[in-house]
């Protein structure tokens, strides 16, 4: 079974900060991993997404995230942080391709102070 | 990306009717569609996976009978909360999918309050 872990279910950091969001999963078979932000009383907004190839993927927004098979991470970062930024994150994970059933992470808010 | 398109945004009914939540893939075909519950301030859950012309399949604790879903056509799938409570109060958000994508794409969700 898949599971998916954010470490810190609420994280501040100061604007113009580095961002970092964690995400460990656990998948018997090679996965694809999503990292999703929401805004009050929105949907899902996919900032990025792993598949296969390059293990560090660039998403929306200057958010990117490096896919580490041996320590089973996807930690979700951004150099500096803006005020805009400041929303709930969630990591999810799915078994591959053709397969779109997802495991959301319990999700981390964040909070960028000015 | 593919666009997803759930209506109503938000609804408020009272307790004892039905609701009915609409999920539509505006400029694909999904052959799959998900439905998702959340929580305030908790993580999304998945409550069932239907399957155009086929019966959906419920995660381990969903009352099937109390949330019907279905998925007629490959653009359309549909989840009523029959006699709704307010513990049915949540946010409801839906994905569709198609064999050639990588990824499920999300409806902007449905906010539904059971008074």
């Known amino acids: 079974a898949q599971s998916v872990t954010q470490l810190g279910s609420h994280v501040s950091v100061s604007e113009g900060a580095l961002v970092l969001l964690r995400c460990n999963y656990s998948s018997s078979v090679p996965p694809y991993l999503f990292w999703y932000v929401q805004y009050p009383n929105q949907g899902l907004q996919l900032l990025l997404k792993?598949?296969?190839?390059?293990?560090l993927v660039k998403g929306i927004n200057g958010f990117e995230a490096e896919f580490k098979k041996s320590e089973t991470s996807f930690h979700l970062t951004k150099p500096s942080a803006h005020m805009s930024d400041a929303a709930e994150y969630f990591c999810a994970v799915s078994e591959g391709k053709g397969t779109y059933k997802y495991i959301f992470g319990t999700g981390t808010r964040l909070k960028v102070l000015a | 990306g593919a666009v997803v398109s759930q209506h109503p945004s938000w609804v408020i009914c009272k307790s004892g009717t039905s609701v009915k939540i609409e999920c539509r893939s505006l400029d694909f075909q999904a052959t799959t569609m998900f439905w998702y519950r959340q929580f305030p301030k908790q993580s999304l859950m998945l409550m069932a996976t239907?399957?155009?012309?086929?019966?959906?399949?419920?995660e381990q604790g969903v009352e099937k009978d109390k949330f019907l879903i279905n998925h007629a056509s490959l653009t359309l799938s549909t989840l009523t909360v029959t006699s709704a409570h307010p513990e049915d109060s949540s946010f409801y958000i839906c994905?569709?999918?198609?064999?050639?994508?990588?990824?499920?794409?999300f409806g902007q969700g449905t906010r539904l309050t059971v008074v």
């Open positions: 792993y598949t296969t190839g390059a293990t």
């Open positions: 994905s569709a999918a198609a064999g050639a994508n990588t990824e499920a794409f």
């Open positions: 239907s399957n155009e012309g086929s019966k959906a399949t419920y």
